[in-house]
Every structure is written in C-alpha cells, then in structure tokens.
C-alpha cells in the first residue's frame, strides 16, 4: 500500500500503468481517451484531488494490465502537460515517460469553424499546430483557428 500525504491509501499494481501528475479533476478526461467505461474489466484505481508538493492538487490514476499507445499519450499530454505515465512490471517502475506536447497533432482533434475544409470534406483530416504549450494554444493547418486547452478538454470530454 502507498500512503498519499492526504493519509489515503492506495494499493500499488502488479502490472500495468500509473499515470501520475495529471492536473486536478482531469483523471475522467484521461479515461475517456483510453476509452475505458469501467466495463472492460480492467482494475482502476483512480484517485482525484490528492495533495501533491509540486502541483498543489493533482489526480492519479493506475490501471492493471493496461499499456498506453503513442497516440493515446499525445493526447494526455494535450490535457495533462505535466503527466508521467509509469510502467509497471512485478510491482516495480520499469519505464518513466514525461512527454512533450506535439508539434502537430494529426486526426485527433475537430476544428470549431464550421466552413473549415476538415468539416465539409468527409475525406480531409485534421491537422492542427502547436503554437504554444503553455497555456496550450492550437492553429488550424487548413483555417487557422485557434483551439485552446478548454476547448481540448470539451472535445475529449464530449
Ligand atoms: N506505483 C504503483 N505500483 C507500483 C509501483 C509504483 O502504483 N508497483 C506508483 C507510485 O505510487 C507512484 C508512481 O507509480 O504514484 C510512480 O512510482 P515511483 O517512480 O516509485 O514514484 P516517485 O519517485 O514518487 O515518482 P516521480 O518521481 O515521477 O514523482
């Protein structure tokens, strides 16, 4: 077991992947982009709002033989800059991976101006720039609309 400073306590995981630092109350947005609803079976231990020193409040969440894709955490890192997504096997940290938002990010993001070329072409994929990271601002490729951490957020949630 793993005492958080909170005093709550949390079991650690044979194998599988922790995903720890992701900024407060977002554990359900990162669920969502693994699209896991809870029926799949997998065992979850999620855990919102604990304390943390370097973040103040942040959510954890560790999932039992679940690995991450690369595209999977592209997207984390969209909405959880600070994540570090830990392997796990026979209960130790086998791998630590902090990522960089994305220059580009390709096909997984819609734009919001409804005369965009990636809404009206059923065929056009959506490409948008990073133009800043921190607040995370996005550029159209095609109309160069802005999308912002927010509007990420509400994407991935809706
Ligand atoms: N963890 C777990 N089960 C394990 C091993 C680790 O649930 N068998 C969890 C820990 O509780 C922690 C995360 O995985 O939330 C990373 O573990 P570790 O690297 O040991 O912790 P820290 O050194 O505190 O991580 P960091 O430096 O990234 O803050």
Redesign the pocket.
């Known amino acids: 077991m ?1 005492e958080l400073k909170s005093g709550l306590l949390v079991s ?2 044979r194998n599988g992947t ?1 995903i ?1 630092h992701i900024p407060a109350g977002r554990a359900l947005a990162v669920l969502k982009i693994l699209g896991i609803k809870g029926i799949e079976g997998y065992r979850i231990a999620l855990v919102m709002n604990a304390e943390s020193s370097k973040m103040g409040r942040k959510d ?1 969440l ?1 999932i039992e033989d679940r690995e991450i894709e690369e595209k999977e955490a592209e997207l984390i890192t969209l909405i959880a800059p600070e994540a ?1 997504i ?1 392997i ?1 096997k026979d ?3 086998v791998g ?1 991976r902090k990522q960089e938002i994305p220059q580009e990010v390709v096909g997984l993001l819609r734009c919001t101006n409804p005369s965009c070329i990636t809404n009206n072409d059923v065929e056009a994929i959506t490409r948008f720039r990073t133009l800043k990271r921190r607040p995370l601002q996005l550029a159209c490729e095609y109309c160069e609309t802005r999308l912002t951490e927010d509007e990420v957020v509400r994407q991935i949630l809706g």
Do not use: C, L
Request: no cysteine.
């Open positions: 793993i650690k995981i922790v720890d954890i560790k570090t830990n796990i209960y130790e940290v630590k």
